[in-house]
């Protein structure tokens, strides 16, 4: 069964530290690998997109890693701000051309002054 | 761009009575997709449009559930007659189509809650 595991469920760190938030899938065959961003009562935004042939995309102070072989996703958040608390889905699309992403249930992060 | 628009925001009803909602897409966009967010489940594909024609619906829960594209800017997803189960944050989404990989953008829900 095509499944997006992620992990820790919720995490609480102090402004200013940096945090990895982890991503395991099962879904075969793989197209792409999605990071998103969603704010307490609004829509996911999107922050990475990464095909097989990625295993490392950077938008700012976010940067996603991938091992294709391991089936393995990693985000990596540098130097956390209070903005930075929201939930972080994981998501993996099947194969090219389909719009059937599978879609992990998140990581809530808390970001602490 | 004012992103994908989706009305209303919140919805409260009683069970039984049907709920309309809507969604207003990114110019331009070939991609409509409508998603249903628990906390239990995550993010579930209902349904998508390419070119205002459905492509994939086998995410309808059930024949209660309906959705219709009758132009390139104005979706609807309608639930009658809606259950209390049917309770959750339903989302559009749109993307531009071609090749390459389009971020999706979604637009900021609408929180149901039957009653």
């Known amino acids: 069964k095509n499944q997006v595991e992620q992990s820790p469920q919720s995490l609480i760190i102090l402004e200013g530290k940096n945090c990895t938030l982890q991503c395991n899938y099962t879904v075969s065959p793989f197209s792409n690998l999605r990071w998103y961003k969603q704010d307490t009562g609004r829509g996911p935004v999107s922050l990475t997109i990464?095909?097989?042939?990625?295993n490392t995309k950077s938008n700012g102070r976010y940067t996603a890693t991938l091992d294709a072989d391991t089936k393995q996703s990693s985000l990596h958040i540098t130097a956390s701000q209070l903005s930075d608390s929201a939930s972080y889905i994981c998501?993996?699309?099947?194969?090219?051309?389909?719009?059937?992403?599978?879609f992990g249930t998140g990581t809530r992060l808390k970001v602490l002054a | 761009d004012a992103g994908v628009i989706q009305s209303p925001r919140h919805e409260v009803t009683e069970m039984g009575q049907e709920v309309t909602l809507r969604c207003k897409p990114i110019s331009g966009h070939d991609y409509l997709f409508w998603y249903r967010q628990t906390m239990m489940r995550g993010l579930e594909l209902l349904i998508y449009f390419n070119n205002n024609v459905p492509i994939d619906d086998s995410g309808m829960p059930e024949d209660r559930f309906s959705a219709k594209m009758p132009n390139a800017s104005f979706s609807t997803l309608k639930i009658q007659p809606s259950e209390p189960r049917d309770s959750a944050v339903y989302f559009c989404a749109s993307n531009p189509g071609g090749a390459g990989y389009q971020p999706q953008h979604f637009g900021d829900g609408t929180r149901l809650s039957i009653l």
């Open positions: 990464m095909t097989f042939s990625e």
């Open positions: 998501v993996v699309s099947g194969s090219s051309g389909t719009y059937k992403y599978i």
